[in-house]
């Protein structure tokens, strides 16, 4: 029996789990941090293509109820003009459609699926050392613990500590010129267009990004993208103020429609804003028998909304290559030939959404006398299947 050792229990290695398992192949979790990630995050998008994914894994159902169907979406002006109004022409056939959920949800729904189905998961494991002997893979630990294994998933995100031990000059985070932030808001009255349930909502202020989706009972899910330029260091950010985001938040949308603020003004507490980061994959995935999946090996940042579902894909796809290659370096090839086209096309269209919204006074004139070009190729039916519609047929033999 071949046994996997996971480097990461956030959303790529729970799913990992789950595939692995699909195929016969045991595994355990190991997670540095010393419990779970329940209270983390703010909201994100989970797409259709996600969501099928871990249908497969029949681990989807959870998704679908902690979060809020979003089969429509449109794009506004700042002044209020409505761009586009689009339904999601790739939904499955049991109507499941992207849903936008708190980050803390998704974690806790695969953290119990793991817990359902009796996976291993050892938390307060950093990982501080890799090796390989005898054909096995030696993992250790800063608790002067160690675990062996037939191959290692690292699937510990865009910090992973796994990639920089294999691939020491792999390319770093790059800072993508954009500071993100959000909240929950209540009490808040949305009449017409900007009311209707289930719609993404995404407007291009004059000064920022806005989106927020309708929660139902006045609650308002919302996030903001403020531009703010690079700097030195490791973060690539030039130093940003953590605190008074609401203040300076009412005040970057002031020229927007009034009805942005009021969201803001009714969200509770302060809104904590982060620098967005990309990280594009390396040369080669894996190394040994040891791979990368998820934001370990490629980060599109969140403009893509394809973060997470990118990961659960991976998590299939490999296993899928380890059932029908049993030799672990051969699987990892193959692995990296069926998804490096897919997840660098989405990260070049991330990078074209990020400088819409970075874009300066100029560049925002320009992006708005381009958007009914822009808008007319997006309105054509499936002209972004390729990206939600895709579908892995996990029963085909690699």
């Not at 790059?174 to 993100?180: C, E, P």
């Not at 202020?205 to 330029?229: C, T």
């Not at 909304?305 to 290559?321: T, W, Y």
Request: hydrophobic share 45%; glycine share 12%.
């Amino acid at each position: 029996m071949t046994k996997a050792l996971i480097i990461g229990a956030g959303i790529g290695g729970p799913a990992a789990a789950m595939a692995l398992r699909k195929v016969g192949i045991e595994s355990t979790i190991y997670e540095a941090y010393e419990g779970t990630a329940h209270d983390v995050g703010a909201t994100m998008g989970m797409s259709t293509n996600g969501l099928d994914a871990l249908r497969l894994l029949g681990a989807h159902e959870g998704i679908k109820a902690a979060g809020i169907a979003t089969p429509r979406s449109a794009m506004w002006t700042g002044r209020g003009r409505l761009l586009m109004d689009d339904l999601d022409v790739t939904a499955d056939t049991d109507s499941t459609v992207s849903v936008m959920i708190r980050r803390a949800d998704v974690y806790a729904a695969l953290h119990e699926e793991v817990l359902r189905r009796e996976l291993p998961v050892a938390h307060g494991k950093r990982l501080t050392g890799l090796t390989e002997h005898g054909g096995k893979v030696v993992a250790e630990f800063a608790d002067g613990g160690s675990a062996s294994g037939d191959l290692l998933i690292a699937a510990d995100g865009m910090r992973s500590t796994v990639r920089a031990k294999l691939f020491p000059d792999a390319p770093k985070q790059q800072y993508v010129g954009i500071l993100g932030g959000g909240g929950f808001a209540s009490g808040v009255e949305l009449s017409g267009p900007h009311g209707t349930p289930g719609t993404f909502h995404m407007v291009f202020g004059k000064r920022a990004f806005f989106g927020y989706v309708p929660a139902g009972d006045g609650e308002v899910w919302w996030f903001a993208n403020v531009r703010w330029p690079k700097g030195p260091g490791p973060e690539g950010v030039a130093p940003f103020p953590r605190d008074g985001w609401k203040q300076r938040l009412l005040g970057l949308f002031e020229p927007d429609m009034p009805l942005l603020n009021r969201i803001i003004e009714a969200t509770p507490g302060e809104v904590v804003f982060d620098p967005m980061h990309q990280l594009a994959a390396p040369r080669r995935w894996y190394r040994g028998r040891s791979v990368l999946i998820g934001d370990a090996a490629h980060v599109t940042s969140p403009s893509s909304g394809q973060g997470a579902s990118l990961a659960i894909e991976d998590a299939l796809e490999l296993a899928r290559c380890l059932r029908d290659r049993p030799d672990p370096v051969a699987a990892f090839a193959a692995f990296q030939g069926l998804r490096e086209e897919r997840v660098a096309r989405i990260h070049r269209g991330a990078q074209q959404v990020n400088r819409s919204k970075a874009a300066g006074p100029v560049g925002r004139m320009l992006m708005h006398a381009m958007m009914p070009v822009v808008l007319k190729y997006l309105a054509k039916p499936g002209s972004m299947a390729w990206i939600t519609g895709h579908r892995i047929d996990f029963d085909a033999r690699v």
